[in-house]
């Protein structure tokens, strides 16, 4: 038995023994050989497989240690530590520097026993004092790109790298057709940094921006960070920054400075094991700021980020995140950056945000999406409160930054400033957006707003746009189509029991009044501008306000002169009371001309007839008042309106034009717009009491009915 137990032991022992024997002799001699005698074989390979030259400069040693995280047999076979010093990678021949990289030194260790599988398993690449230079020229060469060999055949080797260490170095980028030069540095930390001083710290810096690119109440709008919230989880919490950088030079003619820290090793495979960066930059008074984790690089994703935006307007980012967003007042915002990039096509979402415009607070969630057609923007916004005046560049009018309205040409009163539609094709938008409290002058008391922005392939459309105004509403849609040239527009509304007492709440006459202003309108339209829009309008506009008044200090206030000049000569400075005012017009290549234009008044009955030409804002107006029984003489002369909607002719009609323009409303010709305004007459929500209106539209009805 014994004899048999020894014979086994010699049967397993002789081979074990004799490959420990090899494997030493193997390591024995693989450690003493000279291996820059591969150098030349292992610079033209690595030369061919880029398409440019490459070299080993310096020593190429290899050493040889057991894996310490390696378990049972595996952990007694040494494996070889690579260091490969003076590493250099040349740029191709168009470039202006004569290296694309290079490093003082590579380190690697090896899994030996992967070898036997056709595999190269690398856990860390160290990279020593690294040095890239990033070149792009007019043509749109990038030295990043490299010519690659073509083979069809699959290699028989696989390359499973674990992750990148990182120490000293420097980047550098010329792009020329970009126009972008950057230079960037990164050096080691004194210290590693913890993940949550440094996110606490990101967080005040950026309310302090925030203050100083959009006023003192943005910082108040982007607080309340919650701890233990940051980006990335707790495995993020448990990171450390270990490297700073810095960087400087120009973006697109602005310039440009930065700064930030990141962590030491970057994990190209393991999710669970992020990289935190954090970033500070500035391009021109845009101000960016991030802080958070990279995951899972090898497959192009994932960021998680918590990131800050401020600056004077937000169409200043198109050149920067390539989303192209409307003029607006100074701006800031905070929220969480998450990505998930694919090289056919990446995802971005900028969620929980809140921000300040202007002097609008925001919140919302959007979803940037590309690999489309187009890059489209979807998601949410709410306004929890919303000056009127931000919206004024929405769409790309409204002319700049600043709450000022878009100028007009010098002889004219519409705004002729250019629409902003050459950004509309660059993407698409599907975004909600809801106001529940809307700022604004006195002389418009918008209550709350919301609509349904959507933009496909150039087309711009709010649909529905709904207004809650003076205890009414405003229902309707707007669709530009921003490919046409020129543009071609519809609007659609429907208003409905607008208070006069809320509509003019500084007018002391209307503090009484139980009147309202309904009124629907139908415009199609072509042009670029809001005065070449009206210009070319058609369609039909109707207006219906009962049981209201009128001054000329109120006309003045509204900026109407035309109405102004006409209500002085008619009533002088005294306040007018309104029974009803009826409007029923229709619009032919921007030319209004009156169906029904009437004013009921305690004193007379005022008819209009005539144009408006808004292509070139003249008038040609008629303006006849029919005097109730004996009390204003004055008011039996007629008025014409001539000139234009700037420097308005009014003056007394010569010769018999009232027998004219009183036979026509006798002889009833206004009894078919007349009963068109019917529709829009409501009880009110208030009393219950009839529309006055109703009587005056039924008396022109009259004389078409007998």
């Known amino acids: 038995m014994r004899r048999r137990h020894k014979l086994l032991a010699w049967i397993i022992g002789v081979p074990v023994t004799l490959v ?19 150098k030349p074989t292992i610079d033209a390979h690595a030369s061919a497989a880029i398409g440019r030259p490459f070299a ?18 595996a952990a007694w076979v040494p494996w070889p530590q690579v260091v490969a010093q003076d590493i250099a990678v040349a740029n191709p021949a168009w470039a202006k520097q004569p290296q694309f990289a290079h490093l003082d030194a590579l380190r690697f260790r090896l899994a030996p026993l992967d070898l ?21 020229d007019a043509q749109g060469r990038a030295n990043w790109t490299f010519a690659l060999p073509q083979d069809d055949t699959p290699s028989a080797w696989t390359v499973d790298l674990g992750a990148i260490g990182f120490d000293a170095g420097g980047i550098t980028l010329d792009d020329a057709s970009g126009r972008v030069q950057i230079d960037a540095r990164v050096e080691p930390l004194k210290q590693a940094i913890p993940y949550d001083q440094i996110v606490a710290q990101a967080s005040a810096d950026a309310r302090t921006q925030a203050e100083r690119s959009a006023g003192r109440g943005a910082g108040k709008s982007l607080g309340g960070d919650t701890a233990g919230n940051e980006p990335g989880g707790a495995a993020a919490r448990q990171a450390a920054y270990q490297f700073a950088w810095t960087a400087h030079g120009s973006f697109q003619g602005a310039p440009l400075e930065g700064s930030g820290k990141t962590g030491a090793v970057l994990a190209l495979q393991q999710a669970d094991q992020p990289f935190p960066v954090q970033a500070r930059l500035r391009i021109g008074d845009t101000h960016i700021g991030l802080v958070g984790t990279l995951t899972d690089p090898l497959q192009l994703g994932a960021l998680d980020l918590r990131l800050w935006l401020a600056g004077s307007s937000m169409a200043k980012l198109y050149p920067i995140l390539g989303v192209a967003l409307p003029d607006t007042p100074p701006y800031a915002t905070r929220g969480r950056l998450t990505a998930t990039l694919g090289r056919h096509g990446s995802r971005f979402g900028y969620h929980d945000f809140r921000g300040r415009v202007g002097g609008s607070d925001l919140a919302g969630d959007l979803d940037y999406v590309t690999g489309g057609a187009r890059p489209k923007l979807s998601g949410k916004l709410q306004a929890t409160r919303l000056r009127f005046a931000d919206l004024a560049p929405l769409i790309g009018g409204g002319g700049s930054s600043t709450t000022t309205p878009a100028p007009a040409a010098a002889n004219r009163v519409l705004p002729t400033q250019a629409f902003r539609t050459d950004r509309w094709q660059a993407m698409d938008a599907d975004v909600t957006f809801a106001a529940a409290r809307i700022e604004h002058g006195p002389s418009l008391p918008l209550e709350a707003l919301s609509t349904h922005l959507a933009m ?26 921003g ?6 527009g519809t609007l659609q509304l429907r208003m409905r029991h607008l208070k006069l007492k809320q509509l003019f709440p500084d007018f002391a006459p209307m503090h009484t009044s139980l009147g309202e202003i309904n009124g629907d309108a139908v415009l199609d339209a072509r042009g670029n501008s809001v005065a070449a829009l009206l210009g070319s309008s058609s369609g039909e506009l109707k207006l219906l306000m009962n049981d209201g008044a009128i001054s000329r200090n109120l006309l003045e206030t509204a900026g109407l002169n035309v109405g102004n000049i006409v209500l002085g000569k008619l009533f002088g400075d005294r306040t007018v009371k309104i ?7 229709a619009a032919q290549e921007g030319l209004f001309r009156t169906r029904l234009f009437v004013f009921d008044t305690q004193d007379a009955l005022i008819d209009v007839d005539g144009t408006v030409n808004f292509a ?7 303006v006849t008042p029919h005097t109730k029984g004996l009390r204003i003489f004055s008011l039996r002369s007629p008025l014409y309106v001539r000139g234009t909607l700037k420097n308005p002719d009014v003056g007394v009609q010569k010769g018999p034009l009232l027998l004219r323009a009183s036979g026509a409303v006798a002889l009833g010709v206004v009894a078919a717009p007349a009963a068109a305004l019917l529709a829009l007459v409501a009880p009110s929500h208030d009393t219950g009491d009839a529309n006055t209106c109703t009587t005056v539209l039924q008396q022109m009805r009259a004389p078409a009915r007998r």
């Open 483 to 488: 490919k046409s040239v020129p543009m071609h």
């Open 456 to 481: 496909n392939d150039g087309t711009l459309a709010l649909d529905p746009l709904r207004f809650d105004i003076a205890g009414g509403h405003v229902d309707g849609a707007l669709h530009l189509d």
């Open 579 to 585: 029974n009803c005012a009826a409007a029923d017009l």
């Open 116 to 136: 036997l599988r056709h595999r190269v398993r690398i856990p860390v690449l160290q990279l020593v004092n690294p040095r890239v230079d990033l070149e792009r």
């Open 616 to 622: 070139d804002e003249k008038l040609d107006l008629d």
């Open 20 to 38: 420990i024997v090899l494997v030493t002799a193997l390591v024995v001699t693989l450690s003493l050989y000279d291996w820059n005698k591969l």
């Open 56 to 73: 080993i400069n310096g020593n190429l040693a290899v050493t040889w240690q057991r894996d310490p995280q390696s378990h049972g047999l």
